[in-house]
């Protein structure tokens, strides 16, 4: 049983910065909805996920932000830019485009760096994004006002 349980683990384990790319990529379909199904194992229970909107820790909590980004974009596409590995960390610097429901088509720049437990599973992942920057540059007018304010508060 032991031993079949960690035939099981290794299964689901990221060995190389070209699978994990492989598996990434295959999330986002050709229809645009994102389906994680095959990348969920590759998670480890214990998952931490922060970004720039939320904190989730679990599996189950996990799985519920994904399929809560599913149901409220129209269509979502990944393209990664650039990808590497160090040891047990990896960063992806990608472009997602999205078209939510009731809005046009926009492109979030960001990064996300994981952390590989000892079975090779994602034990944890921080996404790195300006979520309303990207969105309201698309928004005509807003978006220079937004930049204005932005470099005017934060330098």
């Known amino acids: 049983m032991t031993k079949q349980k960690n035939q099981s683990d290794n299964e689901y384990a ?3 910065l070209e699978q994990l790319i492989q598996l990434w990529t295959k999330t986002y379909n050709d229809e645009g909805k994102p389906d994680w199904s095959h990348l969920l194992p ?7 996920f922060r970004d720039t909107v939320q904190e989730i820790y679990g599996i189950d909590e996990f799985k519920a ?3 809560r980004l599913t149901k409220r974009s129209k269509e ?3 393209k990664i830019l650039n990808a590497v590995m160090e040891g047990n960390i990896i960063f992806v610097e990608w472009n997602m485009i999205i078209n939510f429901r009731k809005t046009k088509t926009s492109v979030v720049h960001g990064t996300s760096r994981l952390i590989l437990n000892e079975k090779g599973k994602i034990i944890d992942q921080r996404d790195y994004y300006d979520l309303w920057g990207d969105i309201f540059d698309n928004i005509p007018i807003f978006g220079k006002i937004y930049r204005k304010f932005m470099k005017r508060v934060f330098g």
């Open 76 to 78: 979502l596409h990944m």
């Open 42 to 48: 590759y998670y480890d229970e214990n998952i931490h």
């Open 14 to 16: 990221i060995k190389s």
């Open 65 to 67: 932000m994904v399929e």
